[in-house]
């Protein structure tokens, strides 16, 4: 379908969670009209209870709120673009340090509130169980997409490329990692020595398997079942299974020789390179329903991994999310059709703001897109949006997993600045290139 007949009908967006909400804002603020359908009050998912729209389901926080920190950097480039999330989440903000966390009713009401007073746009309150194919649509169901519309999904994208559960890794910061007791090598050094070796010694291992059996594990959830595929079971789960368990599987030192003694260790823990520039590294076969804080005090005793840093920490849990590099453009449109872009969790975002910011990013686009302007420039990626965009749309569609923004997705900086130094210059580069693209796009 031409353009011209596409700008004179309304935009569906399918979703009324935090990454639809503030798509339709963009979309409405310059002159569209919106169709936007929200399956609830018919409709609930398990994670949902409110009728309002941008409701949030688990936690009132959308965490830090300064800007050395990656995700208060996002929050700042959102204001810069006039976001209504955190517009409302500035406005029904609640004491929490260097938090932004909200009063949840307020912060839905707000939204929606604010959306209804806006001219152009229509609420519909049903399911929509098939994606239109004669309109331009943002899809942004989320992690719970319900079944029907992610039928149609999977017959648009493929359904190899539509995944409905996610065992994830932790990821660990590079500059973290203390080299003088880790390694390079891989198995039989076949292909270059492409992974960094954690190595432990029979004494280290048994103490690291016993910790992992006594963990504190995150309760499931009632919608989240508690069975896991056998391929990637919960690292605590299979050390459950016996004390020799993880060092004939992910932690098996076969293959491996440590050149600093010359001998093979008892267990390894390998690190894979996790994006091109080598900021970042993927603890091998060790997702997890660990804790947080068990994460980091169990993995922390592995050796070399004392100070480590996480990006992300491990989960598995149930979450529809799409192999976005393989399906997606950088600006969220879908590869085989400009017309349907998608936006927020569903794209391989983690998190309330990450999601906000791929909604915003869909609404400024499609509006470009239907007015025939140039699409070839988005955020750079020394932003925080635009390190989000390519990660999601360049990382390698066959180990993409979903993610929060973390400075290890920025390019370097270009210059080695003290640590506690960092957050500070990314940010100071972040918002200076951000606004020269706002100033050549808008």
Known sequence: MKLETLDSKPVIIIGGGLAGCEATWQLLKRGFDVLLYEMKPGVYTPAHKSQLLAELVCSNSLRSNIIQNAVGLLKEEMRTLDSIIIEAADATAVPAGKALAVDRTLFSQYIEQTLNECKGLKIIREEITAIPGDSPVIIA???????????????????????????????????????????????YDNDNGDYLNCPLTRDE????????????????????????????LPIEVMARRGKNTLAFGPMKPVGLINPKTGERPYAVVQLRQEDKDGTLFNMVGFQTKLTWPEQGRIFRTIPGLKEAEFARYGSIHRNTFINSPALLKSTLQLRSNDNILFAGQITGVEGYVESAAMGLIAGINIHRYLKGKDLTTIPPKTTAIGALLHYISNTSHKTFQPMNVNFGLFPPLPKRVPKKKRGEYFAERALADLKKWKEETF
């Open 205 to 232: 291992y048994e103490q690291f398997w016993k910790m992992l059996t006594e963990g504190k594990e995150v309760p499931l959830r009632n919608f989240e079942d508690s069975k896991c595929f056998e391929g990637c």
């Open 141 to 187: 169901s989320g992690p719970l997409t319900s079944d029907p519309l992610a039928k149609s999904i999977s017959k648009t994208t493929g359904s190899e490329y539509l995944y409905f559960y996610d065992a994830i890794s932790p990821i660990i910061d590079r500059d973290s990692i203390d080299d003088t007791l880790v390694f390079r090598a891989s198995r």
